[in-house]
């Protein structure tokens, strides 16, 4: 339920061939006239193409034979409910293209757009909501928090109407994660404590475990955020209990995480940095992951904080070298700034030069994008003072 650019050339290659393999399904984007294949997916069922779908693992940007598979299975999905006629179908099966790109955000809105424009004058269920709700998550991967908000307010009213649970207390928790975003943290934990209360009366957290482990995370998340740290931990811990029991490796990531900055906060480094150990064994490591390099970030402060400073230096450098544009956001920004203090003070103005043009170009595109920098230290550099400061380095260096 789901920022500056790195680019690496074996990313630009991996994306560059995952442009080469989309079969686009829409009019506007299908570029070759396709026929199903003679293979076994043609004979199958709209519900063993989802089930075989589902198996399989698809990584954020790498190709993988599993991503391959799932682009087939899509593609076959969508060509049998064409010519079937079968527009709810058309939809489901555009849906599982926006699932076999993660990440490729032009392609998956187009795919969104399609569902909305197929569905909106019909009565199906949950459409057009789903390609909203859809839309909503690119936006909001993208971080346009307008869109994002305006796209979950167009696709919650057919849920309601529908009384479709699983999907209301979805679009309200991240309609409050939005407001978590913009400092609101009252409003959306009203949200969050509303969706938790409703879960334990309707007895439901078994059956929206997701949702239950997602709820929990973020009631740690803002009572974290207000620097209430005994009610963040009691929430944290909770939520890592309940998500060991059922298996959920997402959000039990996402909780050690919380847990690990709390102790950092609360001064108990050496737990903190055992807790961040723990979260880096469990969370993807796909290249750019904000999640991987928020943990390396906060190792290092631990490890400063213990006199380490030699550990500390090889994990900021191991997060500038995983940050990219496309997953850049405001919360790994502070990896820079103790970058840029640790080469000045061994005098490498190469290194030093190199990191400040990265965070002004991060930076830029941040704003472009016009998401929050939410800092938790002081040790920020405002981009017009880091731009003078690198003119100035500049200069030294060519002297």
Not at 84 to 107: C, Q, S, V
Not at 133 to 150: E, F, H, M, S
Not at 338 to 365: F, G, P
Request: net charge positive; proline share 2%.
């Amino acid at each position: 339920m789901r920022f500056l650019l790195f680019i690496v050339f074996s990313l630009y290659w991996q994306i560059k061939f995952a442009q080469q393999a989309i079969i686009a399904t829409t009019d506007d984007f299908i570029k070759t006239k396709t026929t199903l294949q003679k293979d076994s997916l043609q004979y199958k069922t709209y519900k063993e193409l989802q089930s075989d779908f589902e198996k399989l693992q698809i990584a954020n940007l790498i190709i993988t034979q599993d991503s391959i598979k799932a682009i087939k299975i899509a593609n076959a999905y969508v060509l049998k409910a064409k010519r079937m006629r079968d527009t709810l179908e058309i939809a489901n099966g555009y849906r599982l293209f926006i699932k076999a790109y993660p990440y490729h955000f032009t392609l998956g809105l187009k795919y969104c757009d399609s569902i909305i424009n197929i569905t909106e004058n019909g009565k199906f269920k949950q459409y057009p909501a789903k390609g909203y709700l859809y839309q909503g998550l690119i936006y909001g991967d993208l971080q346009y928090k307008n869109k994002t908000l305006n796209s979950y307010l167009k696709a919650l009213p057919q849920f309601e109407r529908e009384k479709d649970t699983f999907y209301i207390i979805a679009l309200r928790n991240n309609i409050a994660n939005l407001k978590m975003q913009l400092g609101r943290y009252d409003e959306a934990e009203k949200v969050y404590q509303k969706n938790y209360k409703f879960l334990l009366t309707q007895d439901t957290v078994i059956e929206y475990s997701s949702h239950y482990a997602a709820t929990l995370q973020r009631l740690s998340a803002s009572h974290y955020l207000k620097k209430s740290y005994d009610s963040a931990l009691f929430y944290a811990n909770k939520g890592i209990l309940f998500c060991k029991t059922q298996n959920n490796y997402f959000f039990y990531s996402e909780l050690l995480s919380i847990h690990g900055r709390i102790n950092y906060y609360k001064e108990n480094y050496k737990i903190a940095l055992d807790t961040f150990y723990k979260t880096l064994k469990e969370t993807d490591k796909n290249v750019g992951n904000p999640q991987e390099i928020l943990v390396h970030y906060y190792i290092a402060k631990s490890l400063l904080q213990l006199n380490r400073k030699k550990e500390a230096i090889r994990h900021l450098k191991h997060a500038d070298s995983i940050t990219s544009i496309t997953d850049y956001t405001g919360y790994i920004r502070d990896v820079f700034p103790l970058l840029i203090k640790h080469y000045k003070s061994i005098d490498d103005k190469v290194n030093q030069l190199r990191v400040m043009e990265k965070l002004i170009a991060l930076d830029s595109i941040g704003n472009t994008r016009k998401f929050d920098l939410i800092n938790e230290i002081t040790e920020s550099y405002d981009t017009p003072q880091l731009i003078e400061d690198k003119n100035k380095l500049i200069e030294e260096i060519q002297n």
